[in-house]
């Protein structure tokens, strides 16, 4: 656990276990805790890190974002600083529109890349979700959006059982909310991204793992992006919303080691007709 510098903000950042460097970059809420039930697992077959955003959670406050393409930038910068060259990345949500910029800017920085939850460009509903979610942020306050940002992202059957009272259940998420200009250049960044037509010039070996029921990002926005890149794998769990990877993690995680396995394969594949030729 370590503050790292990357010039104009200090990123909160956690490193477990051994191998090739894996990437975990969270979505909107910008937190490594949304990884918890993952690290143990990937830690095992790979040298996991995993950050908190700018201006989010344990990171300091910083100069804002409004883009995505910004995101990525920290994102290239925390690399250098820690000395990564090359590594795999796994992007939810927001973290995959991260992941897309890095996997078109800097392919030579990636050796796979699994996009989860994401989307290539928006549509009329999805602008009009994020459009209500901002007028809640302003208008209603913290507690009202981190409350519809969990209804909408969590499965009723799951959301029943762990739901207790609106303090517990959002009791990490108040924690590590940003500022209210931080939070709102970060849903202008979500509402903005839009590289439907550059996908198909991606070239790194490229997953996407997606939940039928997600309600945030519909299965037709997230399984998108496996159409436009080419030879992209995907997978589509049957249930688990948004946050898959915390409410299907055993199921998420399985489908998340074998693609990995699968994208080193074509790594390794496209190694050696490089060396061939």
């Not at 992941?99 to 549509?123: E, Y």
């Not at 200009?181 to 997606?210: F, K, Q, S, Y």
């Not at 998420?252 to 699968?262: D, P, S």
């Amino acid at each position: 656990m370590s503050q790292v510098s990357i010039g104009d903000a200090d990123l909160y950042t956690e490193t477990s276990g051994r191998g090739e460097d894996l990437l975990l970059v969270a979505g909107l809420g910008g937190s490594a805790t949304f990884w918890r039930a993952q690290v143990e697992v990937l830690s095992t077959h790979y040298r996991v890190t995993r950050y908190d955003h700018r201006g989010v959670g344990r990171s300091s406050p910083a100069p804002l974002i409004a883009s995505v393409e910004q995101l990525a930038d920290d994102l290239i910068r925390l690399m250098d600083a820690l000395g990564i060259e090359r590594a795999h990345v796994v992007g939810h949500s927001t973290g995959g529109a991260i992941g897309q910029h890095l996997a078109l800017r800097c392919p030579d920085r990636l050796h796979s890349l699994v996009l989860s939850g994401t989307w290539a460009g928006p549509s009329p509903l999805f602008i009009e979700l994020f459009k209500l979610r901002r007028d809640v942020l302003i208008n209603c306050g913290l507690k009202q959006y981190l409350m519809l940002g969990a209804l909408l992202a969590t499965p009723a059957w799951h959301l029943h059982e762990q739901f207790t009272n609106a303090e517990d259940y959002l009791v990490d998420r108040t924690r590590a909310a940003p500022r209210l200009e931080v939070e709102l250049g970060r849903l202008n960044a979500v509402m903005t991204h839009d590289l439907r037509h550059r996908l198909a010039d991606i070239r790194v070996p490229t997953a996407v793992i997606c939940a039928r029921d997600d309600q945030i990002v519909p299965e037709p926005l997230a399984t998108e992006p496996a159409r436009l890149i080419p030879g992209a794998l995907l997978e589509v769990l049957p249930e688990g919303g948004h946050f898959c990877p915390m409410i299907v993690a055993d199921r998420y995680n399985r489908a998340l080691l074998r693609l990995l396995g699968e994208l080193r394969g074509a790594q390794g594949s496209q190694a050696e007709v490089v060396a061939a030729r």
